[in-house]
């Protein structure tokens, strides 16, 4: 059973950073590409970021492009995500999501929700204006 267990987020006015953290266990793949959502209420769940396996390859949202950056741990089992110059309009639950990869995937992207298949808990954060 693979686990995700996110850490990090809270009430933070605009233009202040901060760091999520995403830190996968278990399950029997190679590895996990990573992605991080988030959702407001009444909207469908987005993506705003993923990383390959490898971390050779990255996607950013336009929304969050610029501003945030995801990166992996040298173990390859944790995910971060730094969120810098945050608006009000980040305001949401973020979730990071993982995606088993087989031994030819290591640099392949994932930018469909479907393809994800194990998800954190959820993390709020709130953005003051």
């Known amino acids: 059973q693979v686990q995700l267990i996110q850490s990090g987020g809270g009430l933070v006015q605009a233009g202040d950073s901060l760091r999520l953290s995403c830190a996968v266990s278990?399950?029997?793949?190679?590895?996990?590409?990573l992605g991080w959502f988030r959702q407001t209420p009444g909207k469908e769940r987005e993506l705003l970021t993923a990383?390959?396996?490898?971390?050779?390859?990255?996607y950013y949202a336009d929304s969050v492009k610029g501003r945030f950056t995801i990166s992996r741990g040298n173990a390859k089992t944790a995910a971060y995500l730094q969120m810098n110059s945050l608006k009000p309009e980040d305001t949401a639950v973020y979730y990071c999501?993982?995606?088993?990869?087989?031994?030819?995937?290591?640099?392949?992207?994932?930018?469909?929700?479907?393809?994800?298949?194990?998800w954190g808990q959820g993390t709020a954060i709130t953005v003051s204006s």
């Open positions: 990383i390959s396996l490898r971390g050779d390859n990255t």
């Open positions: 999501a993982a995606k088993g990869v087989l031994v030819y995937d290591y640099s392949r992207l994932y930018t469909d929700k479907g393809d994800y298949v194990w």
């Open positions: 278990g399950g029997t793949f190679v590895g996990y590409a």
